[in-house]
């Protein structure tokens, strides 16, 4: 079956501009993740949702971040104001439920900002 | 505050010749460790999940073992398309998230 996907694959904007990265689970997993991993190093977690909610927001770095799930499958994640310290790869992950449960992977989006 | 620490951070080796990578973790309440393989510019993909001290698990050339401390993923007679950046990752028991160490770069030559 299909994995998850994201898209685009690579975003490149300007410092100050507004972007979107969105995240399509694989089919029937209720819990999404997502994780941001700077070059070199491991990914770091942002938020995660069940369904609709987000239950875990403790990871997003600032207020400019911001992630929904309106209908409890595709994920949107949002940034403001870029800056050139959001450049990374932001990952997306699911599971089939929450818990000890393997979470897999999309391919990332790499976000560049100049 | 769980923290995941691997070693080392690159590691070459001939085809053939075997070796273990580390993963030393601190967590309040494991309630799993799991293993990750990156090749470049993909997504992480799942490896292993282990729940308790003791346990093991094999696939193919893999091995991942764990302990109250510390994970280990032994490599026998690796070939070159096991090169590869190994992650590993806690989960407590509190949350549902992974905390991730650097990663090994592993590089097999033939």
């Known amino acids: 079956g299909a994995g998850v996907s994201q898209t685009p694959s690579n975003k490149v904007t300007e410092k100050g501009k507004y972007v979107e990265l969105r995240c399509d689970p694989i089919?029937?997993?209720?819990?999404l993740y997502w994780y941001r991993q700077s070059l070199g190093q491991g990914p770091e977690f942002l938020i995660y949702?069940?369904?609709?909610?987000?239950?875990?927001d403790s990871g997003l770095p600032n207020d400019r971040f911001f992630a929904v799930r309106p209908e409890g499958s595709v994920s949107t994640l949002k940034i403001q104001r870029t800056e050139r310290g959001d450049s990374a790869v932001y990952l997306c992950?699911?599971?089939?439920?929450?818990?000890?449960?393997?979470?897999?992977f999309g391919p990332g989006t790499r976000l560049t900002v100049t | 505050e769980d923290q995941v620490t691997q070693s080392p951070e690159a590691l070459r080796l001939q085809e053939g010749e075997s070796s273990s990578l580390n993963c030393s973790y601190t967590v309040s309440g494991l309630r799993g460790l799991f293993w990750y393989r990156q090749d470049p510019g993909k997504g992480p993909e799942f490896l292993f999940t282990?729940?308790?001290a003791g346990e093991e698990k094999e696939k193919e050339r893999l091995k991942a073992t764990l302990t109250k401390k510390e994970s280990f993923l032994h490599i026998t007679a690796p070939k070159p398309e096991d090169s590869a950046t190994y992650l590993c990752a806690v989960q407590a028991r509190a949350g549902n998230m992974l905390t991730f160490g650097g990663g090994t770069r592993l590089m097999v030559k033939p």
């Open positions: 089919s029937g997993h209720t819990a």
């Open positions: 949702f069940q369904g609709t909610g987000a239950a875990d």
């Open positions: 992950a699911s599971s089939r439920t929450p818990g000890t449960v393997e979470q897999y």
């Open positions: 282990l729940y308790s």
